[in-house]
Nanobody, 127 residues
Framework: QVQLVESGGGLVQAGGSLKLSCTSG????????MGWFREAPGKERELVGA????????IYAPSVEGRFTISRDNAKATVYLQMNSLKPEDTAAYYC????????????????????WGQGTQVTVSS
């Protein structure tokens, strides 16, 4: 069983930045494509962005394109979400997810493509 743990959430003013991290107890996620999703109250969970297992490919939701960056350090088995120019509408619980298929090529945009999920970290952006 892969357990994912997100960290780095918090309260920030509009225009500010936060960097989220996602780790697991071992190194297995270094071989998995990963995704970041978010869920705001009353809204469905949505893709923020995704990254291929080797970091060569990334994809972002149009609402965050140019402001957010996903990266990964496979030596540390950690995936990051750098969030800049934050807006109040970015307020949500943010979740990382791992597709449980080693070395699967490409990025994956649908939540049901992912096998493992973290517990989420709250990001609140004040206006």
């Amino acid at each position: 069983q892969v357990q994912l743990v997100e960290s780095g959430g918090g309260l920030v003013q509009a225009g500010g930045s936060l960097k989220l991290s996602c780790t697991s107890g071992g190194t297995v996620i270094s071989t998995y494509p990963m995704g970041w999703f978010r869920e705001a109250p009353g809204k469905e969970r949505e893709l923020v962005g995704a990254i291929s297992w080797n970091g060569d490919d990334t994809i972002y939701a149009p609402s965050v394109e140019g402001r957010f960056t996903i990266s990964r350090d496979n030596a540390k088995a950690t995936v990051y979400l750098q969030m800049n120019s934050l807006k109040p509408e970015d307020t949500a619980a943010y979740y990382c997810a791992a597709k449980g298929w080693k070395y699967a090529s490409g990025t994956f945009v649908l939540a049901n493509a992912y096998t493992y999920w973290g517990q989420g970290t709250q990001v609140t952006v004040s206006s």
